[in-house]
């Protein structure tokens, strides 16, 4: 109201005000939130109490014609990809479905600049994730529907409410050689670095690891699973069916210039934890590369 600007306003739900670990968690969440300083993090306002007793926090609202999720985004590209496609072959509509051999598709150069914009989404997405490592701080549901898209083109992380701090240096001491047992140091806590995080992330995006039970996560390993998989639904239309199947909802088959994407993606999506991108920076770096 001082500002006369409008805002996004965050509070605990009134069945769940009284809850101890809702409350500990929402409020760890502002901090995590307030913690990360960067474009791709929306910004926070401030925090308080409302008259009814509950937390909230106020941040930046993403609104606007040109706003919303990248999901969407990228459900509008191969909605309209796959239309182009069927019109193309089939321009009397006689066959339901297209197929083309790989590699044998064209695309126009609009085509190309709004493949381009989601690929340059996804890179800020994995710089914005760095920062977070680089803080102590890893995301754990990262997926395009937490993804935001400005009205102005911006690229932001949302919802850090499954968010860990981690003990970065051990994070990655564990994962260049997982195989040999690291003693720990007075002080160490495994809990900082690694995570039992059996159920948490979201079907199609969450590391596999995540599923064991009683698993003991590597939690900068299963960020960077997560932006694989988020690569992965940008090239193919899907996100892989539970985190095992690899089924498309619309299998677009674009340029052979997108093949090194795909190896990407692979790559962030390694069963074997350790042959992941040893941070997301690395990723970072190989999408740049391939935006050049």
């Known amino acids: 109201r001082k500002c006369g600007r409008l805002v996004a306003l965050k509070r605990i739900r009134s069945e769940l005000a009284l ?100 690929i340059e989404s996804v890179l800020v997405v994995a710089d914005t994730t760095a920062h977070a490592h680089s803080r102590g701080i890893a995301h754990r549901d990262l997926k395009p529907s937490n993804i935001l898209i400005g009205p102005y083109g911006e690229t932001l992380i949302a919802d850090w409410g499954l968010a860990k701090r981690i003990n970065l240096m051990a994070t990655l001491a564990e994962h260049r050689d ?37 698993a003991s996560v590597n939690l900068v390993a299963a960020d960077i699973y997560s932006l694989g998989a988020i690569l992965e639904c940008v090239v193919g239309g899907s996100a892989r069916g539970g985190g095992e199947s690899a089924d498309r909802k619309h299998s677009t088959i674009g340029p052979a210039s997108i093949l090194p994407l795909m190896a990407i993606a692979q790559k962030a999506m390694s069963s074997e934890v350790t042959q992941r991108y040893r941070d997301a920076q690395s990723m970072r770096e190989d999408l740049s590369n391939w935006l050049a």
């Open 19 to 118: 809850e101890p670990h809702v409350k500990g968690r929402f409020l760890a969440e502002v901090e995590l939130t307030a913690d990360l300083e960067h474009p791709g993090v929306i910004p926070i306002y401030d925090q308080s109490i409302d008259a009814d007793g509950r937390e909230f926090y106020v941040m930046r609202l993403i609104h606007g014609q040109a706003a919303g999720t990248l999901q969407q985004a990228i459900n509008h590209f191969h909605a309209k990809t796959f239309s182009s496609n069927q019109a193309e072959s089939d321009p009397l509509g006689i066959n339901s479905v297209v197929a083309r051999p790989q590699g044998g598709t064209s695309w126009s150069s609009s085509r190309r600049a709004d493949f381009r914009k989601l």
């Open 178 to 214: 997982a195989s040999v047992p690291k003693p720990l140091r007075s002080g160490d806590n495994p809990s900082n670095w690694s995570s039992n995080s059996q159920g948490v992330g979201t079907p199609g995006f969450r590391a596999p690891e995540t599923q064991g039970e009683g």
